[in-house]
Every structure is written in structure tokens, then in C-alpha cells.
């Protein structure tokens, strides 16, 4: 099989965001119940944000004691770097710790967006038999790691931002990039779930089989959501998009609209060495495995 043209999959995965919102803005009252945990979650980090923005400068002194005796110019370049280093890794904590602390708040309005959109486009999978109590376990395990990860890559982006004049620039590049992977590992684990792909190795698997679609969803996202109070209205979209780009990276086909609607696809059992060994789900089309 060929490989998909690169930057038909980005314009892919952007579509995918931009298909969420028109789902949901067909659904006004669903869209609003979505944006008012981001809503709770926002003011929350705004001020935290604005704490972390007034002590910037105050910060990279305190980061860079060795320039004190350095002429001036060199020492405000390499406190700027610093600074905006340290900005580019903030931002990316805020965004991955938004999502995780958002989907924890508004658990049942995402999961009803997610409903809607699997039932929408048909292929639905059947209800997990997982209990409530073991599910949320693992997804705060699961969150746990991905903010942790999200911490490690903030110290990659303050490092690199010591580095006078390209460090701002790569490490504001690289905590888009990263950040929005780990952003996209969040996104798309309610349909994952759904299928019985359970693990974080799982989905990064899936993920890396279309990386520059996923990419050109997650990219954005994380853009849009770095924006105060632009991520209230974004994260139900972004919900509703996650959801479609796991359907497209796990091969479920849509049903035409108005066709007549199966009954619920029994959810695939966890495969014991990752999606490669599992079987597809009745009624889909074999799945090409990760990394085939």
C-alpha cells in the first residue's frame, strides 16, 4: 500500500477538528454543557498564568546568576531566551494539564460527546463491561503519566531555550509538536477505550501509523487551547475531533447518512501485544496494523 501524501493527512486531521465543531454546533446545548468545565478550568489557569507572566523577569535572573557580570546586551539575550523558554514550557504543562483536569471534571458531558459522535457516524461500539470504579482508576494513572511526560518535555523547552537567539524559536516549535502528541494521546482514549485499546502504548502505536494527521489535529488543538478563553469554546470541538481521528486511525468506516444503523459493534478485546495482534471488530474492515 503507499504511503498517504503528507499534507492530504495534515489538511486531514485539520479536518477532523473542524468536523467537531460543526457536530456540535448543531447541538447548541451540548456545545455549551462541554465549554463550562473549560470555562472553570480556564480561570483557574489564567491566574496562574498571569502569576507565572508578572515574575517572568524576576524568574530568569534567578535562572541566570552566571550572566550578572555579563554586559548588558548579552544578558538580557540570554535572559530573554530564558524567559520565553520558560513561557513555551509553561504553556505546554498548562495545555496538557488543562485537558486532563478539564476531561476530569466534565467526565460525563465528554463521554456524552463522544456517544454523539460515534452514534453519528455510525459503527458504534457496544457499552464496555468495565466497571466505573476500574476505568477511572486507570484513567487517573493514565493522566498521571501523560502530565509527567508533559513535565519532562518542559524541562527539554527551558533548557533549550538558554541556547541566544534559535532557542525561543526550536522550543516553542518543539513543545507544539510534543505537546500536542501528548495532547492527542488524551483526545482520542474515549474511543479507544471503547474498542478495548486501553493502554497509552496502544494508542501511541495507532498514532504513529498517520503521524502527520494526527499531527495536523493535534498541532492546532494545542494552539487554539493555549489561547485564554479561546479553549472554552475549542475543547468540546476538540473532544468531538479526538473521536474522529481515533475512528480514522482504527479503520471504522462511517455509515452513509440516513442508512440504516447496525446494532452496536461488541468492543475488541485487548489485544496482549498491542493493536498488532488484534483481530478487527464484526462488521469493520481488517485494520492495516501499526507500523505495517
Not at 460543526?22 to 498571569?50: C, D, H, K, N
Not at 480514522?248 to 447496525?262: I, M, S, Y
Request: proline share 10%; hydrophobic share 50%.
Amino acid at each position: 500500500m503507499a504511503n498517504p501524501n503528507p499534507v492530504r493527512e495534515v489538511l486531514g486531521g485539520v479536518g477532523a477538528l473542524a468536523r467537531g465543531f460543526g457536530l456540535l454546533l448543531r447541538r447548541p446545548r451540548l456545545f455549551l454543557l462541554g465549554a463550562l468545565p473549560a470555562l472553570i478550568t480556564s480561570l483557574l489557569f489564567l491566574a496562574l498564568f498571569v502569576v507565572l507572566v508578572v515574575n517572568l523577569t524576576d524568574l530568569a535572573a534567578w535562572a541566570t546568576p552566571f550572566a550578572d557580570g555579563w554586559d548588558e546586551v548579552w544578558r538580557n539575550l540570554v535572559r530573554g531566551a530564558v524567559a520565553v523558554g520558560a513561557l513555551a514550557g509553561t504553556v505546554l504543562l498548562m495545555v496538557v494539564s488543562f485537558t486532563t483536569v478539564t476531561l476530569a471534571l466534565g467526565a460525563p458531558i465528554y463521554d456524552k460527546i463522544t456517544d454523539l459522535v460515534e452514534q453519528e457516524l455510525g459503527n458504534a461500539p457496544a457499552d464496555s463491561d468495565e466497571s466505573v470504579w476500574s476505568s477511572l482508576g486507570r484513567a487517573v494513572r493514565q493522566s498521571l503519566v501523560i502530565v509527567l511526560a508533559s513535565l519532562l518535555v518542559t524541562v527539554l523547552v527551558f533548557v533549550i531555550g538558554f541556547i541566544p537567539v534559535a532557542g525561543p524559536v526550536i522550543g516553542s516549535v518543539l513543545a507544539a509538536l510534543l505537546g500536542g502528541w501528548l495532547l492527542g494521546i488524551e483526545l482520542v482514549a474515549g474511543s479507544f477505550d471503547r474498542r478495548g485499546f486501553l493502554t497509552i502504548k496502544e494508542r501511541r502505536k495507532w498514532m504513529g501509523t498517520r503521524r502527520p494527521r494526527v499531527l495536523g489535529f493535534t498541532v492546532p488543538t494545542y494552539l487554539l487551547l493555549a489561547i485564554p478563553f479561546v479553549a472554552v469554546v475549542v475543547f468540546p470541538a476538540a473532544t468531538a475531533g479526538g473521536t474522529i481521528l481515533a475512528r480514522q486511525l482504527l479503520g471504522v468506516p462511517e455509515l452513509p447518512r440516513g442508512a440504516d444503523r447496525p446494532a452496536p459493534v461488541p468492543p475488541v478485546a485487548p489485544p496482549p501485544h498491542g493493536p498488532s495482534q488484534a483481530a478487527p471488530p464484526q462488521g469493520h474492515p481488517q485494520v492495516p496494523p501499526p507500523g505495517a
